[in-house]
Structures are given as C-alpha cells and as structure tokens.
C-alpha cells in the first residue's frame, strides 16, 4: 500500500514534468500524477505473476527432461519441492491476481527467455540448493524460502530491471517500494488451499490518500508565486536563478502542504522533504533546505499562515 511518503514523491516528479513543459495545462498535470501513481500497481501485478511464470517454467522442465532418450533416475523421479512450493502455487491460482492481471492486459506473453534466465538464476543460488535439500517440509518453510528468494534474486535480477526501465519511465523510482509490497503479500498467505488469498490494495483509504496527492499538486501550482516569494525572502544571500531547480520545487511543496493540511506536524513536513532531497537533489540540498524551510515555518506561524489543529498540534 502506498505511504505518504511515496504520494510526496510522485506529486514532486508531477510537478517537475509539468513545469518542464511549459506550465499551462494544469489538467494534463494532474492526469499525469495519478498516471504514474497506478502504474505502480501495474509493477506490482507484474512482480506477483512472476512467480506462477518461473512456476510454469520449472514444471515445463520436469516434464521435458523425463522426455530424454535416456532419462537419468533424477529426471523420472523430479524433486517437486520447488513446484508445489505453497506460495509460488498460490499466486499460479490466485483469483483476485488473475482478474486484476486480465482487466489491466498485465502478463508476460512474449518475454519467456526472461523468465527461463530468471529461472536458471534462482536454481543456482545456494537458498535453492538448501531449500530443495532440506527434509523438512511445511508451509513456513515454504514461505520463508519465497520470501528470501524473492528479496536475494528476484528483486535484484539486474534484466527485469531493463524490462521495467524500457516498459514505463515511472518505474525506475518504484520498484524498492514495489518489493516491499511483494513481501508484504507473501507475508499474508496462509493457507496452501487458499486460492482466493487477497493481493494488496494500492491505497490504505483510497479516497484519503487521492485527495492529499490531489490537493498538494494543486495547491502547489496554485501557490507556486506566493511560495517562491516566500523561498527568496530567506534566501536572500543566494540569486534564486543559482538554486537547484528540484531544492526549489521541494520547498514550494513543503511550503504548500505546511500552509494546506492542518493535521500534518510541520516536524514531519519538514523532515520528509529533507529526506526526500536526499534522493533527489544535490548532496547539499538538505542542510540548504532545512535551513530555509525552518525559517519559513517560523515567520509563517507568527503570521498565522500556518495553523495547525489537533493534539500536540495547537
């Protein structure tokens, strides 16, 4: 499910694609803000169903090599450990996986050597090795040998990245929260019967999280003048023209969400934009964005422009 964290960051690479244009067709802005913000459910479909396709593999294997002119005791006699892995079977038959993959046109139809060379990468890692030799068999065993493969090899497999990266251009900043969102999945299956496990939701309170990302984009646009006003007020030792652009944008986003939502602590405003710039602007960034923005907050305060409402709030 997505944080306010990860909706901060999709408004500010909105907000940057929008002003990299020309600024005008706030519509097509904000359109492209909650484009980017589904695409991510898209990678996460496109994660699950991977584990059906590297199942289908396997199974595809056994059954080829048992075809061998001379077909060694091994192949006749297939360790099924890996196929009937209770969790790579259920996201194979998993309902609400399946029509969600179907009604979004999500599959990979055409990438199988992908999905072999994935394959062949899992198969010689030590985990399998461990997991297929091991007399123990349950479903916890299971489940942990999912998840440490998945966050081992899976997650790192450097060609599905290449695949993300030429699929969509809003996946390169998705994909660790994306896993996360994997585990998170995997973590919730209990019952090797289960087919009808659900799959996470993109949003914890869907309508919630849509009106905050919808309202800091256009707030921010709306307020774009008064907050740089603000940003060269206490940047008074600095041309505004030779501050980075994203250090700008983010303390106009800042500066709109400390002003706009009244329940949000200008603590945690302030720190996860801080954080944020560490990703996304210059090594410096932060200690220059902590620097202004504190003093912004504080002149705002004293003129009432930032009220804040609730417990330890007021």
Known sequence: MLNRRHLRIKVLQALYAYYRSDGKDFSAGETELFFGINKIYELYVFYLLLFGEVRSFAQYRIEENKKKKLPSKQDLEPNLKFVNNFVFSLFSDNKQLKKVAN?????????????????????????????????SSSQEDDKAFALRIFKKVIANFELIHNFFE??????????????????????????????????????????????????????????????????????????????????????????????????????????EYIDISKFYSTPKSNGFINGILDKAFQDLKNSGAIKKVGRGLI
């Open 103 to 135: 009604n979004q046109k999500i599959n990979w139809i055409g990438e199988q050597d992908l999905v072999k060379k994935l394959y062949y990468q899992i198969i010689e890692d030590d985990l399998y090795a461990e997991y297929m030799a091991s007399e």
């Open 166 to 271: 030429e699929k969509s251009i809003y996946w390169n900043d998705d994909i660790d929260f994306t896993c996360s969102m994997v585990l998170k999945t995997i973590k919730t299956f209990h019952s090797e019967s289960d087919a009808a496990s659900p799959i996470l939701s993109l949003y914890k309170d869907e309508s919630d999280e849509k009106e905050f990302a919808r309202v800091l984009f256009r707030k921010s646009v709306m307020n774009d003048k008064s907050n740089l006003d603000i940003i060269q007020k206490f940047s008074q030792n600095w041309e505004i023209e030779r501050i980075a652009l994203m250090d700008i944008l983010l303390m106009k986003i800042a500066l709109t969400e400390a002003q706009e939502f009244e329940t949000i602590p200008l603590k945690v405003t302030l720190n």
